[in-house]
């Protein structure tokens, strides 16, 4: 056979053996990478399900604890819709994005209505003992006030783990903005030099005060992870983005986080997920072209 045609056919066959290899190669590692998202997906939709039947068990237990009618009432309500949550989060799967976001944001409510009402019974423990250690000529003054708290003692250890509860921080105002230099704004994420997220997290007197390690997460379009780390969550080490310190008193604080752009970027979906405390405590889609 003529060597003019022999050695051109020879690379046309390695060049299409090596883009065979190359495209084995990257979708080996696409369905290992959408494997792990699926993975943490399920593990998030897994702690949704647990947290939901912890609360409607602390419904129980508050209303095993008061003789108040009306409070008895509105316990009973909030226990039925956190039931009712649970069962249409056990249905949906965990694939189901807008769901899973629906009810995480409907968690987050349930959370700040036990809140309320555990730091409610807590007032009107405190408020019993301090009724019962008034002067005589006063006590009087406070016989309605007695009647409605009786029965609320509870133990000091059950009373701490409804609080360990109430205790979850919560992101909100979430928001990611991308730079084209430190002064001007990019309106592509290919002229992206730098991204900005920022957050809220909101005032929670139950929460622990001190440092506390905020970890932010962004996945790229491609369902790739912008990697400067791990930490561990749900006993998994996982990728995060940006990591920030901050001095927590239980009052409202404004967090903003930075990431210098070292590769291309594309347009596209960006999900922002932000960790604290061993929990995912806000997340966030944004779109860019």
């Known amino acids: 056979m003529n060597k003019k045609i022999v050695i051109p056919l020879i690379l046309v066959i390695i060049l299409l053996?090596?883009?065979?290899?190359?495209?084995?190669?990257?979708?080996?590692?696409?369905?290992?990478e959408n494997k792990e998202m699926q993975e943490l997906a399920a593990l998030d939709k897994k702690e949704m399900e647990n947290e939901y039947e912890q609360f409607a068990r602390q419904y129980s237990e508050m209303k095993t604890q008061i003789n108040n009618d009306s409070i008895l009432e509105q316990l009973s309500q909030e226990q039925l819709r956190t039931q009712q949550l649970l069962e249409e989060l056990k249905r949906v799967k965990s694939s189901?994005?807008?769901?899973?976001?629906?009810?995480?944001?409907?968690?987050?409510?349930?959370?700040?209505?036990?809140?309320?009402?555990?730091?409610?019974?807590?007032?009107?423990?405190?408020?019993?003992?301090?009724?019962?250690?008034?002067?005589?000529?006063?006590?009087g003054q406070y016989e309605q006030a007695t009647q409605q708290i009786q029965g609320l003692n509870s133990?000091?250890?059950?009373?701490?783990?409804?609080?360990?509860?109430?205790?979850?921080?919560?992101?909100?105002?979430?928001?990611?903005?991308?730079?084209?230099s430190?002064?001007?704004?990019?309106?592509?994420?290919?002229?992206?030099?730098?991204?900005?997220?920022?957050?809220?997290?909101?005032?929670?007197?139950?929460?622990?005060?001190?440092t506390k390690d905020f970890y932010v997460r962004i996945t790229k379009p491609n369902n790739d992870v912008l990697k400067?780390?791990?930490f561990s969550y749900e006993g998994k080490n996982i990728a995060y983005s940006m990591m920030k310190k901050v001095e927590y008193t239980g009052e409202e604080v404004n967090v903003t986080t930075y990431w210098d752009v070292t590769e291309y970027l594309s347009a596209g979906k960006y999900t922002i997920s932000i960790f604290a405390d061993g929990n995912m405590i806000?997340?966030?889609?944004?779109?860019f072209d």
Do not use: P
């Open 17 to 32: 053996l090596g883009g065979v290899a190359y495209l084995f190669v990257n979708l080996t590692k696409q369905q290992q």
């Open 155 to 180: 133990e000091k250890a059950s009373l701490s783990e409804k609080v360990a509860i109430a205790a979850q921080l919560d992101a909100t105002n979430i928001t990611m903005s991308i730079n084209k």
């Open 96 to 139: 189901d994005a807008r769901e899973i976001a629906r009810l995480k944001k409907e968690l987050a409510t349930v959370r700040a209505v036990l809140r309320s009402y555990v730091l409610q019974i807590d007032s009107l423990n405190r408020l019993n003992q301090n009724l019962t250690e008034e002067n005589n000529r006063i006590k």
């Open 182 to 210: 430190s002064k001007k704004k990019a309106k592509k994420m290919k002229d992206c030099k730098q991204i900005v997220v920022s957050f809220t997290v909101v005032k929670n007197v139950t929460a622990s005060n001190g």
């Open 228 to 230: 400067k780390g791990t």
């Open 282 to 287: 806000g997340s966030k889609a944004f779109t």
